[in-house]
């Protein structure tokens, strides 16, 4: 089946530890998003990446980093930096562009919590 | 102001009844825009694009008013299986890969 893959589901991440969320499409997008859900706010961008080895800051990056080695895969780690990182992570991604109207499409998220 | 309002609901409402959520956005060069349904504790799913013409998907119909910059989705004979949160996605302005979600509007079908 196409789609798209986070793992894992739920994730704990210590005090000053570094942890990293999966994301893996087979669409063949070559657009993808990570977003951070809060509860009751709106999704938030951390981070783009159009191309394989190109990626761009979103509105709230700080803390974050990711890669983009493979048009399949584009991880987000989640730095000790990040001072508030709890939060539902959400990774989506869209077919190259025909203009306007291109959609998204996301994967079933990540639950990162802080212990 | 926000890029994208929605009213937070929530909107509850009896099974078979008609429901309206409104949403406005500020950019007024934003040029796409969409329907998202949300479940809790799930991902969002694309419910519908919204056309200036105005479209309709079943029992699903979402306008765009540009001039008024604010977009709409009519509910009609409302299931148990619509209760979710909708959210209002416009597209930044100038990017058409980058998307501003609203903070959704929710809705329980009651039986």
């Known amino acids: 089946d196409g789609g798209i893959t986070q793992s894992p589901k739920y994730l704990f991440r210590k005090e000053g530890q570094n942890v990293t969320l999966s994301c893996e499409q087979n669409?063949?997008?070559?657009?993808m998003y990570w977003y951070r859900q809060d509860p009751g706010q709106g999704l938030r961008l951390i981070y783009y990446s159009q191309i394989v080895n190109d990626f761009q800051k979103g509105d709230i990056a700080e803390g974050y980093s990711v890669s983009r080695e493979k048009k399949e895969s584009f991880p987000l780690t989640v730095t000790s930096a990040q001072k508030n990182p709890t939060a539902f992570y959400l990774c989506?991604?869209?077919?190259?562009?025909?203009?306007?109207?291109?959609?998204?499409?996301f994967g079933p998220g990540t639950r990162l919590l802080v212990l | 102001r926000k890029e994208v309002e929605q009213d937070p609901g929530p909107f509850n409402v009896p099974e078979g009844a008609t429901v309206a959520f409104n949403c406005t956005y500020s950019n007024s060069a934003s040029q796409s825009f969409f329907w998202y349904r949300q479940d809790c504790r799930k991902e969002p799913k694309l419910l519908m694009s919204?056309?200036?013409s105005g479209n309709e998907d079943g029992r699903f119909t979402a306008q765009l008013n540009r001039a008024s910059q604010y977009i709409s989705l009519l509910i009609r004979d409302s299931k148990l299986s619509d209760s979710a949160t909708y959210l209002c996605?416009?597209?930044?302005?100038?990017?058409?890969?980058?998307?501003?979600f609203g903070s959704g509007t929710q809705l329980t079908v009651l039986p």
């Open positions: 919204v056309y200036s």
């Open positions: 669409l063949n997008h070559d657009a």
């Open positions: 996605v416009v597209n930044r302005a100038g990017s058409a890969r980058q998307l501003t």
């Open positions: 989506a991604s869209s077919p190259r562009g025909r203009g306007y109207q291109e959609t998204q499409y």
